[in-house]
């Protein structure tokens, strides 16, 4: 009985560790954010009160020229969790959230709640309140994680009065314990204002490290300054995220064959054309004879798309769509265009760089390294006196009498003494006057 009472402890920690897991895990293989968004374009979706609007703002500008994130301007207004109409305003955003509109939706408010905690409460840890908090914020996280979608929660920044400072590290305490617990990111906006003492500073460096003013005079808001900064905390988090889903997707069988045709749907008609080539064709050689070709070293058919955002005549943004022609190249024009170092083998038509653009597709550009005057061949990109001193910290062994060679004694001073005359001191005899 004692065993099988041990047993099912056991059981049950084993089902709520796993359950922790899967929620940090996010669903996408390692990926916080979905590796494939509709139109290749993320919706990002900003909700909360105030300050939730100061954040809206700061992140406007530097996500302006990004064509793969679009954050919509108007924020989802939410001033509170123990207002007397938040249930209602619980249920119209489960509601509003539960089909496939934003990807990602970035949270930031308590700071009208911390009011319904008094000040017996706050001294005695009320955990009535701290249950009733709890229990809302998680409301609100099921509410936004709907869909697997990505969600981001600001805590509340440190505060200049005293009560409001305690309120909002109890409240931040609970909404860091219930984002662990729902699979959200915490982003810590306390500790990024804090000053070197850990306390209220309404002055501080800002993105550029120049020191300005980043809180307003009632010591809870912020300036523009400010609002930028704490922008830069969240970008931050989502840049390094959409990095990680951004290698995702370059996974292979990733996604599901809907979503590898729309990222790639000239796969399967290239795939007929290898399998055609395969088969041989014929080409005429120097001499005009006309021989078998199985078409290896071929350039392929590969044209593209790309979306680029422009404004039209009455100011509005639109997409419009490019095609990108890249037509096929014969075996005998790439053999034309390579250099030959050696009579018997053709070089290579340059070092190849790879980017990818919105809409999934892949740039690859072809560039010619230099020559090595010394060695008389190719040096690798990564052999360079540029490449190994500002990227990768080497230092490259200096030269006799160059500005870094700061061994002692100095070769040329050596061979200057070397050139002079010794002077011996001459022995006579003493006068006699003397």
Do not use: C
């Not at 402890?9 to 590796?35: K, M, N, W």
């Amino acid at each position: 009985m004692k065993r099988a009472y041990v047993t099912a402890i056991l059981s049950a920690f084993a089902v709520a560790l796993a359950s922790v897991a899967s929620a940090q895990d996010g669903g996408y293989h390692g990926s916080f954010v979905t590796p494939f968004p509709q139109n290749d374009v993320y919706r990002v979706q900003v909700l909360g009160d105030w300050l939730a609007d100061g954040l809206l703002n700061g992140m406007l500008e530097p996500t302006a020229s990004s064509a793969r994130v679009n954050i919509e301007r108007r924020r989802w207004d939410l001033p509170g969790l123990m207002r007397r109409s938040s249930m209602n305003d619980l249920a119209n955003i489960r509601s509003a959230f539960a089909g496939e509109q934003p990807h990602i939706v970035i949270v930031m408010l308590g700071a009208s709640d911390r009011f319904s905690l008094s000040s017996r409460q706050l001294g005695s840890r009320n955990e009535q309140w701290r249950k009733m908090y709890a229990e809302r914020v998680d409301r609100l996280m099921k509410a936004l994680k709907q869909s697997n979608r990505a969600v981001y929660w600001v805590g509340l920044p440190n505060m200049r009065r005293w009560r409001d400072n305690e309120r909002a590290r109890l409240m931040n305490d609970i909404i860091r314990e219930r984002a662990y617990l729902n699979g959200v990111r915490f982003i810590d906006a306390y500790a990024r204002f804090a000053d070197d003492g850990g306390g209220f500073s309404p002055h501080g460096p800002d993105v550029t490290g120049r020191i300005r003013r980043l809180r307003d005079s009632d010591g809870v808001h912020f300036t523009t300054a400010g609002y930028r900064k704490l922008a830069h905390f969240v970008q931050r988090e989502l840049k390094r995220d959409l990095a990680q889903a951004r290698q995702e997707r370059a996974i292979p069988l990733a996604g599901s064959p809907s979503e590898q045709a729309r990222i790639n749907p000239n796969r399967a008609r290239l795939r007929t054309e290898d399998s055609k080539s395969k088969t041989g064709r014929k080409a005429k050689n120097a001499k005009g004879v006309v021989t078998a070709s199985d078409g290896a070293g071929d350039q392929k058919v590969d044209h593209g798309r790309i979306d680029l955002k422009v404004r039209n005549q009455f100011g509005l943004e639109e997409i419009v769509t490019v095609d990108i022609v890249r037509p096929a190249v014969p075996a005998a024009v790439v053999a034309l265009v390579t250099r030959k170092e050696r009579p018997d083998r053709p070089s290579q038509m340059g070092d190849v760089l790879v980017d990818e653009i919105s809409g999934g597709l892949t740039v690859m550009s072809s560039i010619i390294p230099p020559i090595s005057s010394a060695a008389g061949r190719q040096r690798s990109p990564t052999q360079t006196p540029y490449f190994r001193v500002l990227e990768k910290g080497e230092r490259l062994i200096p030269k006799a009498g160059r500005a870094d060679d700061v061994s002692w004694p100095k070769p040329q001073e050596t061979a200057e003494v070397k050139s002079q005359p010794v002077l011996k001191p001459v022995v006579g005899r003493r006068s006699k006057n003397r």
